[in-house]
């Protein structure tokens, strides 16, 4: 069955990079796509980006300068880094499969598997 | 960016009772909405994609509807299990953007 694990630091400290692995199994990264997202403690899901099934990146514009997604289809995982954290990036940080639906009129994309989440504090 | 407008933030129904959740996005997004259940401590769970399908293994008691801006999600009947939150996403132009989520309560 498809199963997604996030990995990586619990506690970052502030200005540093935070750099967090997805690993997946029962799927492969060259025909799937996988987003990351965060949640901070008691608030709302980010969306924060996708590397699609060919390899290309989209990433949320608010964080676009500071993030960095990519992959190692060989071991099924996809990393994800980002520099210059501060305070308010804590949060627990989910990878997601990006999964499409379309019925020849509506295209519809969705996240259908998630991986348990990451707690990450940044904290000094 | 959209703006997912989810209502109500929170409400408390009875088992057995009929809910319904909104969303209102800011400008059309073409049936790209999905609806997804959080229980506590827990991952996020699909249970509606394309506004209206049903994801696979989730009870029939949820359902979807709605078309260009407005989107609601329905539980037919609340059952213990359906105490969670629930949030509504757009996957219509980046960046994809979620509602802010109802908490659902059992009364």
């Known amino acids: 069955q498809v199963q997604l694990k996030e990995s990586g630091p619990g506690l970052v400290q502030p200005s540093q990079t935070l750099s967090l692995t997805c690993t997946v199994s029962?799927?492969?990264?060259?025909?799937?796509?996988v987003s990351w997202i965060r949640q901070p403690p008691g608030k709302g899901l980010e969306w924060m980006g996708v590397?699609?099934?060919?390899?290309?990146?989209d990433y949320n514009s608010a964080i676009k300068s500071r993030l960095s997604i990519s992959r190692d289809t060989s071991k099924s995982q996809v990393f994800l880094k980002m520099n210059s954290l501060q305070t308010e990036d804590t949060a627990m940080y989910f990878c997601a499969r990006f999964a499409d639906y379309y019925d020849g009129y509506y295209h519809a994309y969705y996240f259908d598997y998630w991986g348990q989440g990451v707690m990450v504090t940044v904290s000094s | 960016d959209i703006q997912m407008t989810q209502s109500p933030a929170s409400l408390s129904a009875s088992l057995g009772e009929t809910v319904s959740i909104e969303c209102l996005a800011s400008e059309g997004i073409s049936n790209d909405l999905a609806w997804y259940q959080q229980k506590s401590g827990k991952s996020p769970q699909l249970l509606i994609y394309?506004?209206?399908r049903l994801q696979d293994g989730v009870p029939s008691r949820f359902s979807g509807s709605g078309s260009g801006t407005r989107y609601s999600l329905k539980i037919s009947g609340m059952q213990p299990e359906d105490e969670a939150d629930y949030f509504c996403?757009?996957?219509?132009?980046?960046?994809?953007?979620f509602g802010s989520g109802t908490k659902l309560e059992i009364k």
């Open positions: 590397i699609w099934s060919n390899g290309g990146t």
């Open positions: 996403q757009q996957s219509y132009k980046y960046p994809l953007t």
């Open positions: 029962g799927l492969s990264l060259t025909s799937n796509s």
């Open positions: 394309a506004a209206s």
